[in-house]
């Protein structure tokens, strides 16, 4: 792997920053230096969060609205958008088929547009354990907007939901509109809500139920189960839900395939990141993101360490005493975590 | 530690709506663990090119049955070379005529399937080509 020049990928240079891209991938050994060099230039990116069930209409509805920010008249300058499409690592071969290109051939040719599929690799079924780095990078390189694609299943989700800004959750109908069809969690972490496929029947439906599950969430007092915790991270999250509470998530009907409804749904995200940046969620959201990478560094470093300076004999001999009942494996834990750190 | 997975672009450029044979050479792929960017049907050169440079593959195959490779190869070599991916690898399937093979080659183009071709074939073509050992 020949060397990347950190500079190249600020001044746009798409070769450098694609072979970034993968160095970062590999935790090839250049992969800390090129985030350290990029670092302090980043923090301009608007992380927008696409999550939903497979084959709602995600890769489609990013296609129309990419599209859709690239030809905003508004803006003097239209944003420069990244779009990460994340999607599942086979557990079983290690290899995956990332397809959600198909639906984003509008976006060919146009230089201001950059995406990049993405195997969840190792993190089974969520956002791949690099997701986050390549967020870095693409924002040192100047891409005013990042969209994630990733498919909505329990972790994936909250990942996402800790990574992005703005979170769209996009649903279809026809998977039943009850309430106990719509996902746990997703209130949580939407702050936009989309019902896809309106050109098919049900689709009002399924808004109607989500507003009415919006409305009885906005109406108790209580924070959602999930919310409530005593580490610090949670305090954060609570921060953020408490000034959240003034934000009320719009439900978008939609038709993506035609196009249909995405002017109002790019509308409301840029009216969310406003939102964010007028009431100072925004840094509170960093610093949160922030404090949550630096822990999980941390705990995997020094996991390795711990690993590095592990006698092997020691542990299976441990082991061993915990298989014949000798010890718990919390007093095991004990002895061989404090063996080291003395 | 670096965790390096193979990552191939499959392209259909050209205007033929056929695309089966693509998607079980990617399904192949895919279960032989490598890392397989699908992207559709009536791709132009300069689709594929750009495709290859922002995912950054090993390797691009090109499913291509309408007859027109001796056009489309050494245009979406072309195109690749100019975007600086000179040393991805090319690989081309479809219905190509022998005589047709030792051009494509001299244009830089790695291996070339008919159909049939057993999947394990191509496989193991790929990672020798990009030097990976099983
Ligand atoms: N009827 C209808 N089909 C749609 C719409 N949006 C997407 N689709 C189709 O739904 C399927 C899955 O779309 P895709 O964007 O790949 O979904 P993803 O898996 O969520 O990324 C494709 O066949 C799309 O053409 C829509 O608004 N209406
Ligand atoms: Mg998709």
């Known amino acids: ?342 | 530690m670096t965790d390096r997975k193979i990552r191939v672009l499959i392209a259909k450029p050209g205007l033929d709506g056929h695309d089966r044979g693509a998607k079980v050479i990617a399904r192949a792929l895919r279960d032989a663990g490598l890392e397989v960017i699908y992207t559709g049907l009536r791709q132009t050169p300069e689709m594929i090119a750009e495709a290859a440079l922002q995912e950054d593959v090993d390797v691009v195959g090109l499913s291509i049955l309408s007859g027109a490779h001796n056009v489309l190869v050494p245009s979406v070599m072309d195109k690749l070379a100019q975007n600086g991916l000179d040393d991805v690898r090319v690989f081309v399937g479809g219905i190509i005529p022998e005589d047709d093979i030792p051009a494509l080659k001299d244009n830089g183009v790695y291996a070339v399937y008919g159909p049939g071709t057993d999947t394990q074939q191509v496989v193991s073509d790929i990672k020798q080509a990009v030097n990976v050992q099983d």
């Open chain 1, 1 to 342: 792997m020949s060397k990347i020049d950190p500079q190249a990928i600020q001044n746009g240079d798409r070769l450098a920053l694609s072979r970034a891209l993968t160095v970062i991938e590999n935790d090839d050994p250049q992969s800390l230096e090129i985030q350290a060099d990029l670092f302090p230039h980043t923090g301009q990116s608007h992380i927008v969060g696409v999550t939903g069930a497979p084959g709602t209409g995600k890769s489609t509805l990013v296609n129309q609205l990419v599209k859709a920010f690239r030809q905003n008249k508004s803006e003097t300058k239209p944003p420069k958008v990244a779009v990460i499409a994340v999607d599942p690592t086979s557990p079983f071969t290690g290899g995956a088929l990332l397809g959600d290109r198909i639906r984003m051939a509008d976006l060919s040719g146009d230089k201001g547009v950059f995406i990049r599929s993405m195997a969840s690799r190792g993190a089974l079924g969520g956002l791949a354990h690099n997701t986050a780095a390549f967020a870095t990078i693409l924002d040192a390189a100047g891409f005013d907007m990042i969209v994630i694609e990733t498919v909505g299943a329990g972790q994936a989700e909250v990942d996402v939901a800790q990574l992005a800004h703005t979170v769209v959750v996009v649903e279809a109908p026809g998977m039943g509109d009850d309430i106990q069809s719509i996902k746990a969690g997703i209130l949580e972490i939407a702050d936009i809500l989309v019902v896809n496929k309106a050109d098919r029947p049900g689709a009002d439906n399924t808004a109607r139920t989500l507003k009415v599950m919006l409305d009885m969430a906005q109406n108790s007092s209580n924070l959602p189960a999930g919310k409530h915790g005593t580490s610090n991270s949670d305090h954060l999250f609570q921060d953020i839900y408490i000034k959240q509470e003034t934000w009320k998530p719009p439900v978008h009907t939609i038709t993506a395939t035609e196009g249909k409804g995405i002017a109002g749904l790019a509308a409301d995200i840029q009216a969310h990141r406003a939102y964010l940046q007028d009431t100072g969620v925004w840094q509170i959201k960093e610093a949160h993101r922030l404090r949550r990478d630096l822990d999980a560094l941390i705990r995997d470093k020094l996991l390795q360490q711990w690993q590095q300076a592990l006698d092997q004999e020691q542990f299976e001999g441990v082991l061993q005493d915990v298989i014949e009942r000798k010890y718990s494996p919390i007093e095991a834990a004990n002895l061989l975590v404090h063996d080291k750190t003395k």
